[in-house]
């Protein structure tokens, strides 16, 4: 059987440039919705909206509304841990 070392590295080379060809379009195709993403105006109010939702959902900042699931939920031990941890134990 002939062995053929030359076209064993022309096709070694082809897939290895389709490789790196297929990476560069995939970074370019991230950053350019990176890009548009960050251009419209549509995305940031939205997610304004969801940085003031997340903070009503933990609840750290704000009292307590009305109503009978919030009123049986008390947070107050577990910020207290959390920042008596966070300040003695994290780096």
């Keep these: 059987m002939y062995y053929n070392k030359e076209s064993k590295k022309t096709n070694f080379f082809k897939k290895a440039g ?3 060809l297929m990476a560069i379009l995939m970074l370019i195709s991230f950053g350019g919705g990176m890009y548009i993403s ?8 939205l997610a304004k ?4 939702y997340l903070g009503k959902i933990i609840g750290k900042y704000s009292q307590p509304g009305k109503g ?3 009123q049986d939920i008390n947070f107050d031990l577990f910020w207290e841990v959390w920042d008596t941890i ?6």
């Design 49 to 52: 909206g969801e940085a003031v």
């Design 68 to 70: 009978p699931l919030i």
């Design 86 to 91: 966070e300040k003695e134990y994290v780096d």
């Design 38 to 45: 960050g251009k419209n105006e549509v995305i940031k109010e």
């Design 18 to 20: 389709i490789a790196i």
